[in-house]
């Protein structure tokens, strides 16, 4: 490609609303330009960048045995009524309708669409399993678009989608993909770990998220450095202890405690520790209605110890709310409690309670005895939390237990690049997506679902590589393995060269334009391409290139002219062996 013939153009300055190092360095290079809010134009130097992730992406889900189909990314509305999430997705899934006021959805993920075409395929166990994918547009209207690429409205997903007889079947194609997860960031030179995760709108029971660790990102990630446990914060275990299982049981009984609404009031009153107390906090969950598109709203309780927090994540799981917020004080007295000197037990109303199992066979707890300036002494779990359930719903942090070693565990932020499900039978039972065994009897098909973002791919390497003078982006993803920088007053030699190396079969950004060598250096640090050759009138007069590797360009070699070439394609075998390293 010729530079005095490329589209986009580079900047001096990136926009302020450019707040990561990586979104900056995309735009002033040329590779993308904002149309709206988390809506992007894909420039030629970008979309070269793209298409070669996605290449990537299919070679190695091809290898596992995908199929590739490419589905609409409008879909009718009746296929997301039937698994209840036409409902239960508040404002980030965008309807519509046509002119025949058809209900419409655009696509946030393609689980339902994909369901209906295994209802058209698959009828026996000979069809399965199978594994298609595709690599498609989804649109998810968030409402805080951010750091370009990294969290927008429109994106593009790889979404590949297995199909098994059992959850054997699944396993294998789970285990298969996560491998393969593992083999496509590394040939993209993009660092990763696998958490455990919260399946979220997903559903199924089993689910990873491949996390790129930087402070750009807003997942919070749980890591034990001795035995390797890794988790996301929504869904992190930790060892709680137990405090006070072995105490004798007592009555309850109550206890003054006035102007002591937080837990170290409570325990420099009564001279207790916080372990030794359990507190109760307030959400209000949002629930379908009665009707379609109409929402309900019941209180949950949450009672935990008092030296813990809760994990709203978790809590939205075990209460099965579509969405929650913080109640109110008046919600909490309509239910019998009282606000600041409050607990489940004794309380009227209809609420939800959560009993977080730190407090599991706990006895002689300080809790709130539901009037103002009282609290309970010798509260026992569950004798006294009645009606409630009990799980986790603890928040985990830097310096809890680990729960398999026992070490403590520190905490990482991360941007989640790739993700996989076991979704299990959950729409196959929606859809009546079912199959003949070899016995003639009808089984449902057990599914999978599997994501990797490719702009946000982008993304993140351009936040791992780049320096204060661009991109310097590996090679398997740069939009040109080389950058060939011509510094002659007449072309002729240099356009000789960049016919050469084309003919060979290497990817070459051809700087011919007429500008100072300034300007063509600047640019060429900021694009990034992996290896640079300068080409002037005195090295041409002694017969040699100029080159040098962006990510060292303090290190120059000179390369004889008739060598050049064979030379070339050297650099670029050994920077794609380096990444396989």
Sequence with gaps: MRMSRMFSRTLHEAPASCETIGYKMLVR??????????????????????RKIENILREEINAIGGQEVQL???????????????????SEMTRLQ?????????????EEAM???????????????????????????????RAGLIRVREFT???????????????????????????????????????????????GKVAHEYMYLSDIGEDTIIICEKCGYTANKQVAKFDKGKVGTDAIEKNLETVSTPDTKTIDDLCALLKIKPDETAKAVFFTGIYPGDNEGEKKEKLIVCMIRGDLDVEENKVQNAAKALDMRIATEDEIRKCGMEPGFASIIGAKGE??????????????LC???????????????????????????????????????????ISSRGVEIGNIFQLGTRYSDSFGLYYQDENGEKKSVVMGSYGIGVGRSLACLAQEYSDDKGLKLPISVAPYQVQLISLLKDNAHADKIYDELVAAGIEVLYDDRNENAGVKFFDSELIGCP????????????GVCEVSLRKSLDKQEEIPLDKLTQAVRILVSQCFEALSK
């Design 29 to 50: 290079a040329g590779f993308i330009k904002q149309l709206g809010a988390g809506i992007f134009d894909i420039l030629p130097l970008g979309l070269r960048s793209i």
């Design 72 to 90: 609409p990314v409008v879909n009718p509305a009746d296929i997301w009524r039937k698994t209840g999430r036409y409902d239960s997705i508040g």
């Design 98 to 110: 046509d002119r025949n006021d058809r209900d419409l959805v655009l696509a946030m993920t393609h």
């Design 115 to 145: 369901t209906e075409l295994g209802l058209f395929e698959i009828d026996s166990y000979k069809k399965l399993p199978q594994l298609v994918y595709q690599i498609q547009t989804k649109w998810r209207d968030d409402p805080r678009p």
């Design 157 to 203: 997903m790889k979404d590949s989608y297995s199909f098994d007889k059992d959850y054997e079947g699944l396993k294998k194609q789970y285990d298969a993909h996560y491998d393969a997860y593992f083999r496509i960031f590394k040939r993209m030179g993009l660092p990763c770990i696998a958490v455990a995760s919260d399946s979220g709108m997903m559903g």
């Design 351 to 364: 609420f939800i309670a959560l009993v977080d199992d730190s407090l599991e066979g706990m006895k002689n």
């Design 367 to 409: 809790t709130g005895a539901n009037k103002k300036d009282l609290h309970y002494l010798h509260a026992s779990a569950p004798r006294d939390f009645t009606n409630a359930t009990i799980t986790d719903i603890a928040a985990c942090k830097s310096g809890c237990k680990c729960p398999k070693c026992g070490e403590n565990l």
């Design 531 to 542: 290896i640079i050759l300068k080409i002037g009138n005195k090295s041409l007069k002694n």
